[in-house]
């Protein structure tokens, strides 16, 4: 594998900004890999991903795509990629059809035609294909106004992918998104992924859709603050955590001074415990238990953990 | 089978020939799709031509030594396709506050083919409200031959170009509609009354003069006019200057103001 994404010490400082939006940043991103760009609210990812796509003019630093400059070679690079912008950039007052239409042409796909039936026989077939598969095909000929948040959001969705871009940026793909929706797209992106070895670059809010990535960077008002695989991420940070309850809770909360397990009582008792697995905590348990869940560690509770750790709550 | 695959197509200049037809044609439909712009293309010769040019017909033009009339509609034909391609290009300030500028920046087409494409899809209405300045004149008795019509419409896609690329160098820096609705005003206001419109600048001197040299719809006028009036007794007394060389201006300043109006347009969407 080589890299297809190289950001070298890149740093962006706004117009009139005191602070930079994006300070010395570095990563690499794998040709193929899927690789998530996480951060609160304000951290410099969308600002990073315009960099990438070659939309806003960085301050310093060098970034490559698929090895070429994003400044010097822009044309080159803009070949390379597709982008779910954060905000919405579809024609409001053109049909959901048309602005697909318009997308095909200025990447080549096809040559412009004053309607849908008059297009080629293979835009119209994958227009509808795709359409089935985020579920607009209803709309599709209906001015996007008139297209709810979701809707809209599919659109774009159909949009970036109907030239089969190298690398697919993808700023916060599901918001607004219901969760059957937010599914079927993971489904497909994760297809397009397998079958045409597509590189995607996902930042998103929701942090369980990170969980199968390759690998996590975590970035912080403007800095990186890790980057590493999502299972790594999870064992530096998280201790496992059974959650108990029982009737009689003062034998319970005896029990396990006894056993040398610490906890904290939230409703039920959270016992984080280390060394001993879960099994051989609850077979030298004696108390009736009413409840008993073991907490499997998720990504999002390393992040939550991994910003509070450094001191990253967005204000 | 590979017929019914969806490809890039390899050959460059395809490639930006699509997209300005795909960008024009997109400005094209949103004006078909919007009465209130289609109606405003109507109206606007009527003030223009109707009343300005009718008013100063009536009462301004004794002594000019020509008819006024056919003189003033030439310059109304010209003055609208300036005036509504001006207009037209604010679709870009749109554009801006939708993010749809972000789409089509990030595609890869050069800069110069979204800003020709958005030129000519400004084209349409800029027709319209000439196919209207013809309607008026002719109520108003001024009436120009078929052969003369032919000529026009054919100078009007150049012609709408330097109107376009001069309109890029202030509105391709502009953020938000009301700024640049302001910014038609001062893109057009000063062309109508000193590139010789509505009134011959035979005699302009001085800073007057300079402005209306540098201004690309004082040649367009000229050539205009020199296809109108060419083999009659008044064309010496009307036409400024050879039409080689109201060509050569206008190329010149178009690519001129294109160059300066992409890269500005460019940059300033680029550099926030
Ligand atoms: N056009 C702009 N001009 C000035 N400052 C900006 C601009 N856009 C963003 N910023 C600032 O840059 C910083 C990073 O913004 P950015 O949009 O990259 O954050 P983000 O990580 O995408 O946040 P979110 O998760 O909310 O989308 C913020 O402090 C923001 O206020
Ligand atoms: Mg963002």
């Given amino acids: ?315 | 089978m590979s017929a019914m695959v969806l490809q890039r197509n390899k050959s460059k200049l395809y490639r930006e020939l699509n997209t300005v037809v795909a960008i024009a044609a997109r400005d094209i439909t949103l004006v078909l799709k919007s009465p209130g712009m289609l109606i405003m293309s109507l109206a606007m010769p009527i003030i223009m031509m109707g009343m300005l040019g009718g008013n100063l017909a009536q009462n301004m033009a004794g002594g000019l030594g020509f008819q006024y009339g056919r003189f003033m509609m030439i310059g109304m034909l010209i003055n609208m396709l300036f005036m509504v391609t001006t207009m037209a290009m604010t679709s870009l300030v749109d554009d801006h506050e939708t993010d749809f500028t972000q789409e089509m920046l990030v595609s890869p087409v050069s800069r110069y083919s979204i800003v020709v494409g958005k030129i000519l899809g400004s084209m349409f209405g800029a027709i319209i409200s000439m196919a209207g300045t013809l309607v008026v004149g002719l109520f108003m008795g001024i009436t120009l031959s078929l052969k003369q019509l032919f000529l026009i419409l054919a100078l009007s896609p150049l012609m709408c170009l330097s109107a376009g690329a001069l309109a890029m160098i202030i509105i391709g820096l502009i953020k938000n509609k009301r700024t640049a609705n302001l910014a038609v005003m001062f893109v057009t206001m000063p062309q109508i009354f000193l590139s010789g419109a509505i009134i011959p600048i035979n005699h302009s001197s001085g800073i007057l003069l300079v402005i209306s040299r540098l201004m690309p719809m004082t040649y367009c006028l000229d050539l205009a006019r020199a296809v109108v009036y060419a083999g009659t007794p008044e064309y010496g007394g009307v036409v400024l200057f050879n039409p080689v060389i109201n060509f050569a201006a206008i190329a010149a300043l178009t690519v001129f103001c294109m160059i300066v109006g992409t890269f500005g347009f460019a940059r300033s969407e680029r550099n926030r």
């Fill in chain 1, 1 to 315: 594998m080589s890299a297809i994404i190289e950001v070298n010490d890149l740093t962006k400082r706004y117009k009139n900004a005191k602070e930079p939006a994006v300070n010395c940043v570095n990563f690499t991103v794998e040709d193929g890999e899927f690789f998530a760009f996480l951060g609160p609210n304000g951290a410099g990812k969308t600002t990073t991903i315009s960099i990438l796509t070659t939309t806003l003019a960085k301050t310093s630093g060098i970034v490559r795509i698929s090895g070429f400059d994003a400044e010097k070679e822009a044309r080159k690079v803009r070949e390379k990629v597709g982008i779910i912008f954060q905000k919405p950039s579809l024609d409001p007052s053109l049909s959901a059809e048309e602005n697909i239409r318009f997308h095909a042409c200025l990447y080549g796909m096809c040559g412009y035609r004053p309607g849908f039936k008059l297009m080629p026989a293979a835009y119209r077939n994958r227009v509808m294909e795709l359409a089935e598969i985020v579920g607009i095909k209803d709309v599709l000929f209906k001015p996007v106004k008139k297209l709810s948040g979701g809707m809209q959001r599919k659109l774009e969705i159909i949009r970036s992918l109907i030239h089969t871009p190298q690398v697919l940026f993808l700023d916060e793909p599901t918001q607004g998104l219901d969760a059957v929706s937010r599914r079927s797209l993971w489904d497909y992106i994760n297809n397009v992924r397998k079958r045409n070895g597509t590189t995607v670059f996902l930042t998103t809010h929701y942090i369980d859709e990170a969980e199968n990535v390759d690998k996590v960077c975590v970035i912080n008002r403007g800095k990186i603050t890790a980057c590493c695989p999502p299972e790594e991420m999870k064992k530096s940070l998280l201790r496992q955590e059974l959650i108990l309850n029982a009737e009689d809770r003062g034998s319970l909360a005896t029990e396990l001074s006894e056993l040398g397990l610490s906890y904290t009582l939230d409703g039920y008792f959270i016992v984080p415990y280390q060394g001993l697995s879960a099994q051989q905590i609850i077979a030298r348990l004696n108390t009736r238990l009413t409840i008993l869940k073991i907490h499997e560690p998720s990504l999002e509770d390393a992040y939550v953990e991994f910003l509070n750790k450094t001191g990253g709550k967005a204000e």
